[in-house]
Structure formats: C-alpha cells, structure tokens
DNA sequence: CTCATGGTAGACAGATCGGTATACCCATAT
DNA sequence: ATATGGGTATACCGATCTGTCTACCATGAG
C-alpha cells in the first residue's frame, strides 16, 4: 500500500475525469483515503503533484501503445494497429488507461495557457515521445521519402481522431482515422 | 460603448489566454473596466457570460472561415483554402480570432469533463456548425462517393491540424494537413 | 521498554472565489 | 425641477481553495 502511488492514481482519475482546476486537494485526499498531510509530505505542492500526474500517465499510455504495435509485424501492419488501439481506447476497451475523456495532456495544456510553464512542457514532451515511438515503426518501411513526413502525418490523423472522439462523441473516429491512414502507407511495407 | 460586449470580449480574451477556470471575475470586470454590479446586471452568474463567450466566439469563427472558404472558386479549390485559413490563424496574422490559443472550443471541453453540461453541449454545437459549412463545400464537388466520409476526414485534419499546432507548437500544422488534403481530393473538381 | 517513523483526522490560516448590497454619480426625459 | 435608469466603486458574505499545524495512533528496531 505505496500512498504515494495511491494519491498519484486517485488524483488522475479526478484530472481526467473533470479537468484539474475543478478538483481540489481535499476531494484528492478524500477519495484517496489518505490524510492531507501524507500528501504534503510526498508533494511539495499540487503542482508537484500534477506535475507526478503527468509523468505516471506518459508512462501508463506509451507502454501501452508500445506493446500494441510491437505484437504485429512491423512496419504498416503496425502502423495501422495504433488506429486499432485508439478505437479501443475510446471505445473504454481498455481498464489501463481508464474511461475515455480525451487525451490528458491536451487538455492539460488547454488549462494551462502558458506554454512557458512546466506543466505544458511537460505535456509537450509526451507528444515527442508519442512521435518518437510512431517514427521508429515508419523507419522499418524502409522508405525512400522522408520519414518525418509521414510520421507527422499519422501523428495529425491520430491526434485528429482523438479529439474528434472527445469533442463531438464520434466513437468511431479511430476507425476513419485509420482508412485514411491506408491511403498514406504505401502497399508493399518491405521493399 | 455597449458594456455587454465590453464584457464578453474582454473575458474571452481572458478565457481564451488562460483557461476559464484560472479567470475570475473580478479580473474580467477589472480588465474590461466595468463595475461588477453591471456585469451581474447583463449575465445573471459567471456560467451565463461564458455562454454568452461561446457564441460569440462561434459567430466570429464562423463569419471568418465562412468568408476566407466563398472568397475562391467553389469546390476543392474553397477546401483547399480552408488549411490557408487555418495557417493564417496559427501565425497570428488574423486579429479577428486573436493569438492563437488552440481552439477555445476544445479547451472549453476539455475543462469541462461532463458532456451533459450546457457548456459542452454548445461546444458540440460550434463543431457541428464548422462541419456543415465544409460539408456544404464537399457538396460542391458532385462526387459519387458518400458526402459524408469526406467532409469527416476534412474535418479530422482540421482537428489534428488545430491540437498539433498548440500543444506541439507547430506552426506548419496546416501546411501538412492541406498535403493531405489534396491527396484526399479529387483532381476534377467538377466533371 | 523506548522511541523514531510514518501515518490519521481535522482544525486552522490566509487568500480568493462567485455573487450581493450600499452609496453615490450623472445624463436625460418628463 | 426632478425622478429614473444605468453606471461606478467598493464593502461585504459565505464558501472554498491551498497549505500548515496540532494531537494522536500504530508499528517495528534497538
């Protein structure tokens, strides 16, 4: 029983659930079934503790796409499988990463205006890592274009589709998001 | 000086900078140099002016892109310079929509978790709207495809193009989208 | 046994929140 | 001449916010 741990995830569940400036302390510390002062000695701060937030769901949700494309073939097949995995992320498929409320860490950043702040670089640096993971499965295509390119293209489709689902409840925009996908990845996925 | 839309332009600003739930009241009323007495004499609580925000900020979207989209020749020509649109806005070179915060829309929802929300709903309602002026462009083009499934796949680049170009900074969001775009369009605009 | 550690429960402080009330000002229409 | 409507400025109310403090409890090590 890691306190620590317990407030980290008790304290996401309400974030994501509600947005983090409509959730205060006490509701954390209550739900939590841990006392205000544990809190203050694990986190200097509820920044601090947002800022834990973060860093546990950038985590939770790479390690699951990770393990997602890595158990098909590589390449387009893979590629195509992270359409697969965000229909069930907004399809509540998925216990892990917990009921779908849109991606944490834009709406994070949509709290938090200013993009000098730790907290949206934070958010920033998930993308990145996000990218980084989608650019390692355009490199297998072994493609002459540039892998940039088409990385940021699947990333805007995946992004798309994201708040495509969240905003207007379109459960099914992973699986449009994915058609178009098909029609950016090239047939043969190994020359 | 209608103090009313003193009011709801100065907090959209507000709002739109640095999230609705950071403003307070008494930093709109200051700001937009109005007594609060007079606020509360236009919008009976801060849930009323921020309605009042939303469909302001709907109209004004709305005129804009209505107006960049009737300004060349109807079809994919109008499609296409929609990502124009969307580009000039991520660069600031439109003062209409003021610098560019992400969608107000989004980030709206994204502070407020509940789809049963008035606010939420309204959200919905702007995106809906944005989607049936592209979908009456789509209309122009006189394919035999479903008009449906391509004004979908336009508005998810939209999307992706609009999150991308926030929370990653961005800037050349659109241009990317608009590559895209053109892939998904036909080359006879009209047969 | 003793005592440090890490926990609980909750009162409290100071600031700020949304919203109301008071007192005053001033232009215009009767 | 005066009454009224719309505005200002600001004090105030109760609630809630983050963060601190006090007092107590349990457990395991020396």
Redesign the pocket.
């Known amino acids: 029983m890691n ?2 741990q317990q407030l980290i995830e008790q304290a996401f569940q309400l974030f994501y659930q509600q947005g983090i400036h409509a ?5 954390i510390v209550r739900q939590a ?10 986190f ?4 601090a ?1 947002i800022e834990a937030v973060l860093a546990y769901r950038d985590e939770r949700f790479l390690v699951w796409l990770d393990k997602r494309m890595t158990s098909v073939e590589p390449g387009k097949p893979a590629l195509l499988v992270m359409f697969d995995a965000l229909d069930d992320w907004f399809n509540n498929r998925v216990p892990t990463l917990a009921n779908f409320h849109g991606c944490f860490f834009i709406n994070t950043c949509s709290e938090y205006g200013n993009p000098e702040s730790t907290i949206y670089q934070l958010c920033q640096r998930h993308k990145l890592r996000v990218r980084e993971l989608i650019m390692s499965h355009v490199k297998q295509l072994q493609l002459n274009e540039d892998v940039n390119v088409l990385t940021d293209r699947l990333v805007l489709l995946k992004e798309g589709a994201i708040v495509t689902a969240q905003v207007q409840a379109d459960k099914a925009a992973a699986k449009k998001a994915k058609l178009i996908a098909e029609q950016l990845l090239p047939d043969a996925s190994l020359v």
């Open positions: 306190k620590r959730v205060g302390i006490n509701q079934k841990v006392a205000k002062k544990t809190l203050y000695s694990h200097e701060s509820k920044d503790l």
